[in-house]
């Protein structure tokens, strides 16, 4: 009773004063476990990702991280929960880029990049693209060659009409004026399969579903989506070798939250998410899957989504695909 009593003291205070949200704290955060959304299947590169990370920080916030799967959309029904939550810092979001970066280009949703708190970046991957091993060239130059010198001949594979990969592909292609056939499926393993089953000439994806052909020499993957290159895979060039830095578009992983999460909670998650992405066993995981560490605060992942929507949304013009 004295607690309910509290809060709704401080809840008129910020209604007569315009307090900020966290003023009125009367607990410390986390008192209680936190629901973190992933807007994607179990068993995937982002679900699997939180969870590892969860471990390492749940000891450091004092809590249970619970995580739970909305997948649908895109990750659009993950997304718009968060936007609509409380902002206290109970529900939070983690999210690979594609649902904060791309699906908006061809689908009408209800969220924009101003409807909830961009709060830490961790790791950042690369889309690949990869061919066989009788395949006409042997490095990147070759490869965008041998597209461009057939328009139309070849197949890549990619994880839907308007997603990530298939607009990073097509912005490339743009670039060196190269005509190739995109074929969407259901996400990086349907492709994966595909392609070594000689349904499609080029996969386009994630790393994980090819390196171990990669490594067993049946694949050879020339190019990357990312500006540097990637010690996993020596052969592949990223962009920054073909002088095209500017076009890179890479598989990353972040957490949000509700518009308006008072300044403690802000800084609470900051600190624990940074340091649990530090920890080796959490490096390991990244590398694992072909990624890099990477920690980007508030103020640049709010850029770097800003930056990278507005270069996917050229690309989906580009080809036709902007929602009307």
Known sequence: MVRKKLF???ATLMATFGLASGTCALDKYPSRPINIIVPGPPGGGTDT???HLAEVIEP????KLVVENKPGGGGAIGVTLVTQARPDGYTLVFTHNGALTTIQHSLQLPYTLDSYQPIIQIGYGSYIMCVAADFPANNAKEFLDELRSKPGHYTYGNDGV???MHLAAEQIFRKFGIKAKPVPFGGAGE???NFLGGHIDIYGGSLPPVIAHVKAGKVKCPLLTQAANNPV???ASGLKDLGIPELEVGLWWGLIGPKGLPDNVMKTLVTAFTEGAAKPSVREALQRIGAS?????PDEYKAMIAHESASLGEAAKAIGLLKK
């Not at 560490?293 to 605060?297: L, R, T």
């Open 162 to 164: 308007g997603s990530t």
């Open 8 to 10: 709704a003291a401080c």
């Open 191 to 193: 492709t994966a399969r």
């Open 49 to 51: 990702l939180i969870r």
């Open 233 to 235: 895979v020596p052969g």
């Open 293 to 297: 560490p990477a920690v980007h605060g």
């Open 60 to 63: 450091v916030l004092g809590t």
